[in-house]
């Protein structure tokens, strides 16, 4: 019997070496002069987490009262793994904040994730808009759309932009409903945006999403005020 043999694949050392490259360049640091150091400074869970924000939210900082006040909730609820070892975000509330395009829902979404990080914790998380999820949960050859969707669901900490900004169908509703059912019935912190007022939201996606929003999330209304549009004016 004839045994190919395979030369041994390193899994992910790409994607790890273009991480830390970023990393290296946010710092001003050339990876040539790294390469140099015996002892190199070790990385921070500020800097892991800046790899995977986008450049526009990575200064982001939370400053809503009601914002904050989640932080400290997830805060208090993560546990430690094992003795010594560092607290992780498991279960804890969620959150909804409403309000037009431009009021600041995005950047307190991230200014909560940073916050979280800043407080000591573990967290493994993930930020989507409603939109980009269901373009990639669509269902075509070569993708496993159901294991996508379980990877989505019981991430830990999970941000869902725009909720309500995706073309209204029972397919979208469908989908959107299995994805905050899990997370209602797991308990995981999820952050929400939306630009729908919440007295909309039924209408928008539905009775059996607004049903689990209701019990799920606290939510806040920001401001009917385009910060972006307001900044540019200044």
């Not at 360049?25 to 040539?32: Q, T």
């Not at 430690?80 to 804890?92: H, K, L, S, W």
Request: with cysteine.
């Amino acid at each position: 019997m004839h045994t190919r043999h395979r030369e041994p694949q390193l899994l992910g050392s790409e994607a790890t070496l273009e991480r830390m490259a970023r990393i290296l360049a946010a710092r001003n640091i050339d990876p040539a002069d790294a390469a140099l150091h015996d002892d190199p400074e070790p990385f921070s869970p500020l800097d892991a987490l800046l790899v995977g924000m986008p450049p526009r939210y990575q200064a982001a900082v939370a400053d809503h009262p009601t914002v904050l006040d989640w932080v400290r909730k997830v805060t208090e609820a993560a546990v430690a793994p094992g003795r010594g070892a560092r607290r992780q975000v498991t279960t804890g509330p969620s959150l909804l904040m409403a309000g037009v395009v431009g009021a600041g829902k995005t950047h307190q979404a991230y200014g909560a994730v940073r916050a979280l990080v800043q407080s000591g914790v573990g967290v493994r998380w993930r930020a989507t808009t409603a939109a980009d999820l269901c373009a990639d949960l669509r269902p075509r050859p070569g993708v496993d759309s159901e294991r996508k969707l379980a990877a989505v669901s019981r991430c830990p900490l999970l941000i869902i932009d725009d909720l309500g900004a995706a073309k209204a169908s029972e397919w979208v509703e469908e989908v959107t409903y299995r994805l905050i059912n899990r997370r209602y019935n797991y308990e995981l912190p999820t952050l929400i945006t939306t630009n729908l007022a919440i007295k909309d939201l039924r209408s928008y996606l539905g009775d059996r999403v607004a049903s689990r929003l209701a019990q799920m999330t606290t939510r806040v209304e920001f401001e009917a005020v385009d910060r972006r549009r307001h900044s540019a004016a200044a």
